[in-house]
């Protein structure tokens, strides 16, 4: 325990572990493939829940900064026809256990709440390997190796850990994302600022959605989902945005303008973003030494736990260390198993929401299940 815990990933997963063993005073490096905190954009919004994603910052102690961060309004919900009418909406009376925060925001918390020197900038994993004593060498494309009793992959969808574990591989789900952004919407925007309105929006029909989220500054986040194979995506030149866009919006034709120009007027190249997921039951036999979390572990199709789940693995798993310091192997056991099942149950429900866009009315699906999930 007195040499540091070798945590592959500073997402959120490996940022949330390495601070809970902190709070124990256990050591960790965290060795992260990006150059720096802000060599790339994070991504979008964030809900995170008061019965896993909140409760993992309990555990890091970082609840009230977390409160901080929370953008009012935004968990409010509209569903809208391709039309432009509104079908169902539910507004935000700042009740609801998932609040929304921006992710670049709540990583930098964790970062902050970290000793200096914890987390290793530009160590891009390039192999692993087991040492044959549960020990591992790690090393990094930088040219470093690196010797640890115990590695934690918390290094996502394609993580260079898995393998020491497990030889499954994700799978394409059938669907993509393209993401644009539109800035300062309420100005540039007007029309698609209202249909977005001041929370989510989803406008789903049998195969398809445009979903966007108003975040921070008035910028529109939009997703628009299409359930395409991957080569139906690669005859696209996403680096053209004007064709791009057109192409993307193509498969909206006749849809309401505000909704279509979420895709068209975008601020940023569309970023296509092929959904990938691990089965379901995904997990494997103990291998002395090494484990891993979050979407190195369970990557599912997004179903807006992934990032819960990553938060809540990463504070499990810090305290199943400091409680079995003198034995760490049954500490991981236990906290593999608890996981195991935890991650099954969360993809089979959230699988549910992509069998509703599949289906012939989308749109009902969601409302019966948004209407269900505030009676339950
Ligand atoms: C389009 C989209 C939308 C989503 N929306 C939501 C949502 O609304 N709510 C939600 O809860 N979840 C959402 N998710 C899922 C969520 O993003 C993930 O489940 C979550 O980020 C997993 O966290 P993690 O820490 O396990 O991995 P990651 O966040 O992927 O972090 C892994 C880290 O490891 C680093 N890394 C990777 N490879 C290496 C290497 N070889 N060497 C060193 N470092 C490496 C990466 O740079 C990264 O910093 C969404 C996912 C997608 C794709």
Redesign the pocket.
Known sequence: MNTPIAI???????LTLARVLHLHGIPSIV????QSAASRAQ?????IHDYN?QLALQDAGLLTQFQELILEGRQAMRILSPDGSLLFENPDDGSGGRPEVQRGELRQMLLDSLPAGTVQWD???AGVRSLGDGRHEVSFTNGRTVTTHLLIG???????VRPLLSAVMPQYTGMS?V?TYLFDAAVRHPASAVAVGTGQMGAPVQGKAIMAHRERHETLHT?AMLARPLDWFADIDFADQAKASARIAQEFNGWAPELTALITDSDTIPLL?P?HALPHEHRWQRVPGVSL????AH?SI?N???????LYDGAELAKAIASHADDLEAGLHQFEQAMFERSAKVAADGEKFYELLAGKDPASGMINMFQDAETS
């Open positions: 592959i990933g500073a997402g959120l997963g490996g060795y992260e493939a990006e991504g979008g919004m964030l809900d994603g160590h891009k994993v918390a290094d996502g969808a394609w993580s260079k994302y993401e997703y973003r959904l979390i979050g979407d190195a990557l997004p807006g736990e992934g990032a819960n789940l990553a």
